[in-house]
Each structure stands twice: as C-alpha cells, then as structure tokens.
C-alpha cells in the first residue's frame, strides 16, 4: 500500500501542489477565527459582539488574494520563516485596505475600526501558527511521491539536479534503475541493486511514480514490465513531463519534436482568444485607472531631469506574434542616444546609461506602463513572453532550438518568465527564459494568466530582476 498521499491536483490543465490547497483552506479558516475572536475582544468598545458574515468574509478573501500576489502559495517561494511570516504580515496589511476600499462601496460590508483592527492582529497571530504547522507537514514525506526513476545515464541524471528543498517538496527519489545501454552518470550509491521485476520493485519500496529517462529507448525498453505497473497503479511518466510538472519550465536539451506535437497543450481556441482580449482589455482599463497619476509624476519627473525639451517616450521596434514587427512604447529610462553606436544592447546591472530616474522608474516597473497602449491596439497581451527586438531574434533563433515558437502567442507586459527568472542579460538567459515561456506556451489559458497577474504584485513590490 503506497504511504503518499496523491497531491496532484490538476486544475485548468494545471498541475496545483495539494499541500498549498490545504494550507490555503486553513488559513481562510484561521482568518474567520480572528474575526471571530476580534468581535468578541471589541464587545465592551463596540457594544456589538455578533458575528458578522459579510464584513469577515471579505478581509478573509482580500488576506488570501494578498498573500497569494504576495507569492505564499507559490511551491516554489524559498523564503525562511521569518521572510514568510513578512510576506504574510504585509498581506493580512494589503488585505485589510482593500478590503475597508471595499466596503466604501457596499455598506453592508462595513464594520468598526476596533473589529477591524482586532481582527488583523488576530489574523496575524493565527497565520503565524498555521504557517509553521503547515511548513512542517510540507517538509514531511506525507504529500511526497515516491518515485523511481528508470534509467541511470545522463538524461537520468537531470532528476538530481533539483537539489532545493523547493523543487523536492512533491517528490521523494527512492532511486534509479540501471538500464543497458545507458553510460552510468549518478552516484553509485543511488542505483537500486535487484534482481526483482520492475513490479515487484515497485511493491517493495512502496513507489507511486516511474519517471522513464532511458538515453536510448531503441534498445532494452520494458514495454511489458511498464504495462504491468500501469495496469497495477503506479503513475508512467516520461522525464521532459516530470521535469515541466516539478519545475514550471521545458528542458530543451531533454524535448524532441514528437513530445512537442503529441503532448497536451499548445492549445488556442476561439474561447481562449476572446478570453485573453477581454482579460487584457479589463487589467488595462483597471491599470491605467491607478496608474494615471503615477504616469503623470513620472511625466514631470524625467522633464525635470532631462529638461522640457526631451523625449519622455521611448519607442522602439519589437517582434510580436507570427513574428510580426510593432512599435513597443515605454517611458525612457536611459540617457538619449544610449545606443549611439547603433548596435542592439542588454541592459546591465547598474548600466551607465540608465538615469537616475530611470533607475526608479524600472526597479518598479512605471516604464512600462505606456505598453498599455500596445495592449489596447491588439499588439501586445498583458500576460505572454517578453517582445524581443529583432535583432536579437534573429541571433537566438540561430542558437538556440525552438526559439520562434515563443512568437506563437501574443507578447505580453508580464509573464511566466519574468516571475520565475531574473531579467536576461546574454544568451544563455535567453535560453534559460526561453525555457519558461514554451512553458506559458504550451500552458496558457485564462487560470494560468489570473495567477501570474497576481503573483506579478510580487515581482513589483520585491524589484525582483529590474535593472
């Protein structure tokens, strides 16, 4: 009887860690608690003492969509308790605002500054208690699978390289199956010695997942031993799957061209377009409703710096979808004629030619807000890859293999890559975030762009790979 318990909860074509569902659900309970508990602390001030539904569950909800912007559900947050209870401090904060905004607008969810006040120091409290509980029980081997990993040769060898603690929390490795034909690349000591059948191995040590990483499926491939554990339960999955389900990008030194074409996703239908538009044209208009003031700021900021005279937009040309070339606009960050000798350059960290407001403007994130226009022409999309320049294109499109499928969706502001990997500097970002985008490609869908919106809140509020 296998021990783990099945976390693979499949949401929208998306795999969700089960242990952060639970912790979710346990927090909105804690949440409740503390404005139970408030209200009953704010009686004597209050003279009120019953519990109010509406006013409760609209902070419990702002907490959960705060802390979740705030990357505390994400599986692969590697902050320390002390980082994670901040994050989860300042959301039961965010939580709390947006929820008295909310209640501006709907009285009925109104209730009084001591409630209030009580309810988020309780909130505080309860979230403290559930976090560290819920740490342990992640930690733990509970909600891990067991899996055994057949091959033992270099594709094989990728399962080791997830050494974080963060990338091992859904998965236990009981070891590796020695094929013939495969060069040994892992330790020695991590290669189950047998003379068992593959299904009796996985009876013995309990597995619930064979990953196949064979070098050389052409020879000593265990169709009908792999059938029989199929057949008995335990999970099948081939190494580029593995690899994209626990990690949240595609390995292209591990994919071929049949994986890509038979695989699932990939998918765009008349519903995901009209679905991307109205959420692209809805995140706009909210946007540049909160941004308009900020933009003008910025307006007045780099006039006074650059004077009057100056350029406050930067246009500049990029490749969007099917490989189509538009006019990207931002607020210029650099000093004019920062590419004076005309060839196409990264940003660098600390880069001479970013000016002190610019500086600002990048670390969080105002200079794109002009891109906003792009989304409202239909160029761009708030959520999809970042649009490259084309001369860029054309070099990585030469290294690096697959690189023009990222042009099969629109471009986007925000995206998968640029939350899970720093701002790219050189070829081999490129091909790292290359990795993360056929991710976004092969994924995307109305669920996956809500959360990475969300958890761009993140990104801008930690300057996470700004330069």
């Known amino acids: 009887m296998q021990d783990a318990i099945d976390m693979k909860l499949r949401i929208f074509g998306h795999y969700i860690f089960f242990p952060l569902v639970l912790l979710g659900f346990a927090e909105l309970i804690a949440v409740l608690a503390a404005c139970w508990l408030g209200t009953k602390f704010a009686e004597p001030l209050t003279g009120h003492g019953q519990f109010m539904w509406g006013p409760s569950a609209t902070l419990a909800a702002c907490v959960f969509a705060s802390m979740t912007a705030l990357g505390l559900y994400n599986k692969r947050q590697r902050d320390r308790l002390n980082g994670t209870m901040l994050r989860a401090v300042l959301g039961v904060f965010v939580g709390g605002v947006v929820a008295r905004v909310v209640a501006l607008f709907w009285s009925d969810l109104w209730s009084p500054v001591s409630i209030m006040a009580g309810s988020m120091v309780m909130a505080c409290a309860f979230l403290l208690l559930t976090r560290v509980a819920g740490q342990r029980v992640m930690d733990g081997n509970a909600f891990r699978r067991r899996i055994l990993v057949l091959g033992s040769g270099r594709f094989a060898a990728r399962v080791l390289h997830l050494r974080r603690r963060a990338d091992q929390r859904a998965f236990k490795l009981i070891g590796f199956i020695a094929?013939?034909?495969?060069?040994?690349?892992?330790?020695?000591?991590?290669?189950?010695?047998?003379?068992?059948?593959?299904?009796?191995?996985?009876?013995?040590?309990?597995?619930?997942?064979?990953?196949?990483?064979?070098?050389?499926?052409?020879?000593?491939?265990?169709?009908?031993?792999?059938?029989?554990?199929?057949?008995?339960?335990?999970?099948?999955?081939?190494?580029?799957?593995?690899?994209?389900?626990?990690?949240?990008?595609?390995?292209?030194?591990?994919?071929?061209?049949?994986?890509?074409?038979?695989?699932?996703?990939?998918?765009?239908?008349?519903?995901?377009?009209?679905?991307?538009?109205?959420?692209?044209?809805?995140?706009?208009?909210?946007?540049?409703?909160?941004?308009?003031?900020?933009?003008?700021?910025?307006?007045?900021?780099?006039?006074?710096?650059?004077?009057?005279?100056?350029?406050?937009?930067?246009?500049?040309?990029?490749?969007?979808?099917?490989?189509?070339?538009?006019?990207?606009?931002?607020?210029?960050?650099?000093?004019?004629?920062?590419?004076?000798?005309?060839?196409?350059?990264?940003?660098?960290?600390?880069?001479?030619?970013?000016?002190?407001?610019?500086?600002?403007?990048?670390k969080t994130r105002l200079d794109e807000l002009p891109q906003l226009l792009n989304v409202f022409a239909g160029k761009m999309s708030f959520v999809g890859p970042r649009p490259e320049r084309p001369s860029f294109v054309v070099r990585l499109s030469e290294k690096i293999p697959y690189y023009p499928e990222r042009h099969s969706v629109k471009p986007g502001i925000t995206g998968w890559a640029q939350l899970c990997y720093p701002y790219g500097a050189s070829d081999q970002d490129a091909f790292e975030k290359l990795q993360y985008d056929l991710f976004y490609v092969k994924n995307h869908g109305l669920f996956f762009d809500l959360m990475i919106l969300l958890q761009t809140v993140e990104v801008i509020v930690f300057g996470k790979g700004a330069r």
Request: glycine letters at 8%; one cysteine or more; proline letters at 3%.
């Open 179 to 362: 094929v013939q034909g495969d060069n040994t690349a892992v330790p020695i000591n991590n290669i189950i010695k047998h003379q068992a059948s593959l299904m009796e191995l996985t009876r013995l040590h309990r597995i619930d997942e064979i990953v196949i990483a064979i070098d050389d499926r052409r020879r000593n491939y265990p169709v009908r031993e792999l059938l029989n554990c199929r057949l008995a339960g335990v999970e099948i999955s081939e190494l580029a799957t593995f690899l994209e389900r626990e990690t949240g990008k595609v390995f292209l030194d591990i994919v071929n061209p049949s994986w890509i074409i038979l695989g699932a996703g990939f998918r765009c239908n008349w519903l995901r377009r009209a679905s991307v538009r109205t959420v692209d044209i809805f995140a706009s208009f909210i946007i540049l409703l909160i941004g308009l003031p900020f933009m003008v700021l910025v307006v007045l900021a780099i006039k006074l710096e650059d004077g009057f005279a100056a350029p406050v937009m930067y246009v500049q040309e990029r490749v969007g979808q099917g490989g189509l070339l538009f006019k990207v606009f931002k607020f210029r960050s650099m000093h004019l004629n920062a590419e004076g000798a005309g060839e196409a350059l990264w940003a660098q960290a600390n880069d001479s030619r970013v000016t002190r407001v610019g500086a600002v403007i990048r």
